[in-house]
């Protein structure tokens, strides 16, 4: 599957794992489980495979560690 096939639309299923992420239903994007921003498959970089959250940066990503750590978050 590449950027170039023709059933790449909308919103793709996505099973977030430790270092990797599998394709379960086609698309061109995820949203970030923060901001509510599309994330293109090519630049999804950042994800809880707990959660199975993904998030569109860094700054999504430490803020989501924030609300699921309050008491780490306090100390830092």
Do not use: T
């Not at 999504?60 to 609300?67: I, L, S, T, V």
């Amino acid at each position: 599957m590449n950027a170039f096939d023709a059933n790449l639309e909308g919103k793709a299923v996505v099973h977030y794992g430790d270092g990797e992420w599998v394709i379960l239903k086609p698309g061109r994007f995820v949203v970030c489980a923060v901001s509510g921003k599309r994330i293109a498959l090519d630049a999804l970089k950042y994800w809880n495979p707990v959660r199975q959250e993904a998030y569109a940066g860094p700054q999504e990503a430490f803020k989501r560690w924030q609300e699921l750590n309050p008491q780490e978050a306090a100390k830092a």
